[in-house]
Antibody, heavy 120, light 107 residues
Framework: QVQLLQSGGEMGKPGASVKVSCKASGYSFSTYGITWVRQAPGQGLEWMGWISPHSGNTKYTQKLQGRVTMTTDTSTSTVYMELRGLTSDDTAVYYC?????????????WGQGTLVTVSS | DIQMTQFPSSLSASVGDRVTITCRTN??????LNWYQQKPGKAPKVLIYVASTLQSGVPSRFTGSGSGTDFALIISSLQPEDSATYYCQQSYNFPRTFGQGTNLEIK
């Protein structure tokens, strides 16, 4: 079954870090990029960044530069997103999505979402 | 960064109505514009990519148009299950920005 399965919800204190995983199955993992998108409560979608499982190349939004790191483990077809220096503004549902890549790029497969709650 | 302006931010329409949602960018993105539908508590789902290509399995009442800086998502005959929030998103360059969303309510 073609799917992206994300890790469970996380709680973190201000200043702490969180690491969310996204495990791909049912397709050739290295062929497609993975994008991370987050959605704060009642808000819209925010693009966070992208990683190529094939090369490890990454692109991050300037807003999160220095606080976010995306990595990949090809042996387990898993992508990780780590966010450091958490603040209450980071409370959101975090989604991974498959970036179908090539010349025509859109997000055709999504994980189920991971709720990250930042609270003291 | 490419700025996306989506309007209206919300609308209410009746079953059978024709609905248009507009997305405008602050620079030309050719046809690299995608549309997503999101229902409460669910992940987004792609409807249209490269401005007008219907994703497999999406009903034909959804159409997309536009190029350059002005784009539209049209629902030709609104159905109850179309109640959702709709987002445009550009894939012309990084960061791959989203519009603010349009909350569509069925009367």
């Amino acid at each position: 079954q073609v799917q992206l399965l994300q890790s469970g919800g996380e709680m973190g204190k201000p200043g702490a870090s969180v690491k969310v995983s996204c495990k791909a199955s049912g397709y050739s993992f290295s062929t497609y990029g993975i994008t991370w998108v987050r959605q704060a409560p009642g808000q819209g979608l925010e693009w966070m960044g992208w990683i190529s499982p094939h090369s490890g190349n990454t692109k991050y939004t300037q807003k999160l530069q220095g606080r976010v790191t995306m990595t990949t483990d090809t042996s387990t077809s898993t992508v990780y997103m780590e966010l450091r220096g958490l603040t209450s503004d980071d409370t959101a549902v975090y989604y991974c999505a498959r970036d179908n890549g090539g010349a025509i790029i859109y997000f055709d497969l999504w994980g189920q979402g991971t709720l990250v709650t930042v609270s003291s | 960064d490419i700025q996306m302006t989506q309007f209206p931010s919300s609308l209410s329409a009746s079953v059978g109505d024709r609905v248009t949602i507009t997305c405008r960018t602050n620079q030309s993105i050719s046809r690299y514009l995608n549309w997503y539908q999101q229902k409460p508590g669910k992940a987004p789902k792609v409807l249209i990519y490269v401005a007008s290509t219907l994703q497999s399995g999406v009903p034909s009442r959804f159409t997309g148009s536009g190029s350059g800086t002005d784009f539209a998502l049209i629902i030709s005959s609104l159905q109850p299950e179309d109640s959702a929030t709709y987002y445009c998103q550009q894939s012309y360059n990084f960061p791959r920005t989203f519009g603010q969303g349009t909350n569509l309510e069925i009367k």
